[in-house]
């Protein structure tokens, strides 16, 4: 029954409460209700961003991927039915750089996930200078990214690059190596950057969830005996769940489609070895000029992340069902 | 306390190890910036690059300040992000505390749903829509232009994290406070956020350096330089063939030190917000 | 308003005489501006009782605002607008990095600039879309055009019509170490792609050098790999009968195997340890020339520049033509200043052009690389590179985007997938042809 009165009110959603807000404070209101007029009150700000902003974008995107829309080739115009899909699912690149958004995707997150919470454990020890460690874990975060690509690009290069002509002094490597222009480290060097670059984030907004993990219960944990693992498992980890996972979510989602580091750093070359799909978009919308191939592809990813995320989210919903 | 004076010590090393691991990761490529920028042009590009400089110079931080409108750009971007936060801030709050308590209700699930969804659309995509949008309210060329963008983008994120943090703090000590009369606002503002000061600053430091460090978009709609803002300002340094690296590290560090040093400051913030009983460091 | 007009017209007539009086006396720079300046204090005394219409042109450069001649630069436009009250310059500096996303953009919304810097890389796909001005007939009355080399007319027009000016030349020679050349033995830079591939292991063991240095990736492959298969007496893209392009090795054996001799010459430098990298850019190209990595290279007059940066490594540097296998060829970079048919004062855009084209302004701005026969500079970055000019290829006015990442990718194919000289030169002919059938330039022919 519930369901069903929550069904009604939604069809009169956004526009009904603006409307609806002055009688408001006269009218005798359930709970409920008031609840609910708070909450899309709330939200409606957001909500007028999204739609300003996004809501055209969006929609262009979706209809640009059925249309020939071509800006140098003024001769064909019009629907185009699927053919945008088929056209860049025939590319021949198309398996390559599918695999590479996501092995760029995983392995950035993960290793940012891991670097920012390692880096967020050992900032919230009561260890001396730590103001001055955090201080400096931010330093990557705010250098802009088009300025640090292009640094990171200098020291990597064999020739003259200080990374590679240390790593020999060191003994690590026998001679310099062209990181970003080999096809096995391009991706790699660049996935490291970037882990590099996104971290910091992790580590403050970590830090700033551990500061809610009560001292008290995990000094009572490790008086009954509760060794660190079992601490950090057990007390710090529920704590940090909520954060971690909206960290991980946006992330994932930022990172598949971010392109700056990889086309500043080698373009996605060579050989399209480090071509990510937000570069082939990027190409395609850019350098051929061609809106619908772009949009088409773009439409693609749209589709298969929304996949991913409602398939996500519905097993989740489950999981908290049954218990 | 129960551990082991030897097990107190290894696990402070391993901490200071870890530590200064990751400050050699961080710092490394802002070094090799700031000594970059103290070189003299002759010595930047070298077969032998060190970090040692011979005769250090500030003539690249004297044409940056001198010959360029650094700083033109820099209050702009400081103009550009102030507001973003602000802005973003105030719209994630309510927006994260209605995803927070409110997420049963259909139009603030929808409302999620869509922000997440905003987040996939590649930016370049965005960019000829965005410049018609901001043409169409005669914005191009004006820091609100960015100002509106910027905002849109961070909300997102904003909101989510805020609800993440507010999903932490106990339903209880609302109801208490509503029961002494509190208005909706009132709980919030004066019950709720001060208890989340840690993550507000996580959440504004976020919008923050986000929109300090933004690039396409920058430069997409603003063609003025009076009005243009730092990150595409360095690049004009970045000629066709040649690479002025001494004006663009120069640029930089003066365009991170400030960020630096802010953070610096509000992480006495972060630390205040720190739950009871925790040990002041 | 109508007298306004006419004002305007009467301070260009003025203007356009002094300028021919200034290049006939032969007295350059002082005589332009004083008769402009001059008409500019009459004008401007006469304009202020009535409302002067003033326009405001925009004009994009790409240009380093650092650098000197950006500051020579700005010093002219004030003087130009001073001589020309109706008009004012509003002056963008946006670096080539971002310029062309951004043209595109505004393009799309209507909001082009007046005037801009350019690419040649873009010349065919901003006259596909519909967005540069023609500039046919104000050239055609325009008193210096036989001042500029036919040839860059000729790279800037696209079906007949003139959609760009020169702004200034990037042509391409063989830059060479003259010290490790000695070193080995050898006296005189190569002269052919044969005697290249001999002087490669000379080098290397003489002087503990690569021989030579090419770019395997970025905006500098297609503009080298043209240069070859030009010297093999190739197109990438022929104009055919309907006015539209192909490319024909595919159709012809003869062509290919020429096409596929290119790519062998490619394979032979590295295969032979005449070149180190096969994937570096054209930072790292540019860069390890000036530190003397490596001994030779296709490269252009802004290597000039790096001698302040270590000049060391710069000071034996001499310039050479490219070696070559049937005819001598180099690439002619046509930088060009486009005009916007978005531009409400196409008349006034065109005066800011010509000055700019004027030979006071090439003297100072663009000693070493302008496009003017009357502006040469005795330096070897000079003279040396202009005269190469004569056997200068360019793009055909195509949409190219596609076309050079086919051209990247052919190298990228031939070096890191191992594909055959043969098959390469195959692949490559036929991409060619589907990228120009996507932009719709491809031939039915």
């Not at chain 1, 660190?228 to 769940?241: A, G």
């Not at chain 2, 690296?245 to 992480?267: E, R």
């Not at chain 3, 090419?214 to 240069?227: A, N, S």
Request: proline share 5%; hydrophobic share 45%; with cysteine.
């Amino acid at each position: 029954m519930n369901a069903k009165v929550e069904k009604r009110d939604h069809t009169a959603s956004i526009p009904d409460i603006a409307a609806d807000n002055r009688p408001a404070s006269r009218r005798t209101t359930t709970r409920v209700q008031r609840a609910r007029r708070y909450a899309l009150l709330f939200v409606l700000p957001a909500f007028l961003f999204l739609v300003l902003l996004n809501a055209f974008p969006l929609g262009q995107v979706v209809w640009d991927s059925f249309h020939y829309r071509n800006m140098v080739n003024a001769a064909q115009q019009g629907w185009a039915g699927l053919s945008n899909f088929v056209g860049v699912l025939h590319s021949e690149i198309i398996g390559k750089t599918l695999w590479n958004t996501v092995l760029w995707t995983v392995l950035s997150v993960a290793g940012e996930y891991i670097a920012g919470i390692v880096s967020a454990m050992a900032l919230n020890q009561p260890v001396r200078g730590r103001a001055f460690f955090r201080g400096i874990i931010i330093v990557p975060w705010v250098v802009p990214i088009v300025v640090a690509g292009m640094m990171w690009t200098w020291m990597l290069t064999p020739e003259y690059g200080v990374i590679n002509i240390w790593l020999v002094k060191l003994g690590i490597i026998d001679k310099p190596y062209y990181w970003l222009g080999e096809m096995n480290t391009a991706l790699l060097a660049i996935t490291f950057v970037n882990i590099w670059r996104s971290f910091p984030f992790y580590t403050i907004s970590l830090l700033a969830g551990l500061q809610s993990v009560s001292r008290e219960v995990v000094e009572a944990a490790a008086i009954d005996g509760a060794g660190v693992m079992t601490r950090f498992r057990k007390i710090v980890m529920p704590q940090l769940k909520t954060v971690s996972l909206t960290l991980i979510f946006m992330h994932i989602i930022w990172t598949a489609i971010n392109f700056d580091f990889i086309w500043i750093m080698t373009e996605g070359g060579p050989f399209h070895a480090s071509e990510t799909l937000p570069i082939t978009i990027y190409r395609y919308a850019m350098k051929e000029f061609d809106m619908g191939a772009a949009s088409s592809l773009s439409t693609l990813m749209l589709g298969f992340m929304i996949v991913v995320f409602s398939l996500f989210y519905f097993s989740a919903m489950k999981k908290r069902q049954e218990t | 306390m129960v551990a082991s004076r030897g097990e107190k010590r290894f696990w402070m090393l391993l901490t200071y190890a870890v530590l200064i691991l990751f400050s050699v990761y961080c710092l490394f490529p802002f070094l090799w910036m700031l000594v970059t920028s103290l070189k003299p042009t002759e010595q930047i590009r070298s077969v032998n690059p060190t970090f040692w400089i011979d005769h250090p110079t500030f003539k690249h931080f004297a044409n940056v300040l001198y010959h360029s409108k650094f700083g033109t750009y820099f209050a702009n971007s400081v103009k550009v992000a102030l507001s973003t936060t602000v802005i973003a801030l105030a719209v994630s709050i309510f927006a994260g505390y209605a995803l927070s308590r409110y997420g049963q209700f259909r139009g603030v699930k929808s409302v999620g749903a869509a922000m997440l969804l905003s987040q996939m659309i590649p930016g370049v995509l965005l960019m000829i829509p965005l410049y018609l949008i901001m043409k169409q309210l005669g914005l191009i060329n004006t820091l609100g232009s960015l100002i509106i963008a910027y905002t849109t983008f961070m909300i997102p994120l904003c909101t989510f994290m805020m609800k993440s943090f507010f999903d932490s703090v106990p339903m209880e000590i609302e109801e208490s406070a509503e029961m002494d009369g509190c208005g909706k606002l009132s709980t919030i503002f004066r019950i709720v956020l001060p208890v989340s000061v840690p993550s507000l600053i996580a959440t504004s430091l976020f919008a923050f350096v986000n929109a300090w460090n933004e690039f396409m978009f920058g430069y997409v709609f603003i063609n003025a330089d009076d009005s243009r803002t730092l990150t595409p300002g360095i690049m004009l340094f970045k000629g066709l063939y040649l690479t002025d690296w001494g004006s663009i590290s120069a640029a930089s560090v003066l365009s991170v030190l400030p960020v630096i040093i802010m953070f610096a400051y509000m992480q006495r913030f972060l630390v205040e917000g720190m739950t009871a009983g925790a040990v002041k460091g | 308003m109508g007298g306004n007009k006419k004002l305007s017209l009467l301070l260009a007539g003025v203007l356009a005489v002094s300028v021919l009086a200034g290049c006939g006396s032969g007295g350059g720079k002082a005589a332009p501006n004083d008769g402009g300046s001059a008409g500019g204090t009459q004008s401007a005394s006469q304009g202020s009782g009535s409302s002067q219409e003033q326009v405001i042109l925009q004009y994009w450069n790409a240009d380093d605002p650092s650098l000197q001649e950006s500051k020579d630069a700005e010093k002219l436009i004030k003087e130009f607008e001073s001589s020309h009250p109706n008009i004012k310059i509003e002056m963008q500096y946006i670096s080539y990095e971002m310029l062309h996303d951004k043209l595109v953009t505004a393009i799309n919304a209507g909001d082009a600039p007046d005037v801009s810097w350019g690419l040649p890389e873009w010349v065919g796909e901003f006259a596909a879309i519909d967005s540069l001005l023609d500039l046919t007939p104000y050239f055609d009355k325009w008193s210096d055009k036989d001042k500029i080399y036919p040839n860059v007319i000729d790279a800037l027009k696209v079906n007949d019509k003139l959609v760009g000016m020169p702004n200034y030349l990037g042509i391409r020679a063989l830059e060479y170490h003259e010290d490790m050349l000695k070193k080995a033995g050898i006296s005189a830079p190569p002269k052919t792609w044969d005697e290249l591939i001999a002087m490669g292991p000379k080098i290397k063991e003489a002087a503990g050098v690569d021989a030579f240095g090419i770019t395997g990736t970025g905006v500098r492959v297609p503009q080298e790999l043209i240069v070859y298969l030009a010297q093999n007496d190739l197109e990438i893209a022929e104009k055919m009968d309907d006015g539209k392009y192909k490319n024909t090795w595919n159709d012809d054996p003869e062509q290919l195997k020429r096409a596929a001799e290119v790519f062998q010459f490619y394979k032979d430098l590295a295969d032979k340890g005449v070149i180190g990298s096969k994937t570096w850019g054209y930072q790292e190209l540019d860069t390890n020339l000036a530190l003397g990595q490596y001994a030779m290279s296709v490269n252009g007059a802004w290597q000039e520049q790096r001698a302040k940066e270590n000049p060391d490594g710069m000071k034996d540097v001499k310039i050479a033509p490219i070696p070559y296998k049937l005819k001598p060829a180099t690439y002619m970079e046509v930088v060009p200043y486009f005009i916007y048919k978005q531009t409400k004062h196409p008349e006034e855009a065109w005066e800011f052009l010509s000055f700019m084209m004027d030979k006071p302004y090439q003297d100072l701005i663009h000693p070493t690389n302008s496009a003017r026969n009357d502006v040469v500079s005795d330096s070897q970055w000079g003279k040396d590179f202009m005269a190469l000019s004569p056997t200068g290829v360019v793009f055909p006015p195509i949409s190219l985007g596609g076309v050079t990442q086919a051209m990247i990718d052919s190298l990228a194919r031939l070096y890191l997938k191992k594909d055959s000289p043969e098959d390469v030169a195959k692949w490559l002919s036929g991409a060619i042809n589907d990228s120009l059938k996507k932009s719709g330039d491809l031939s039915s022919k």
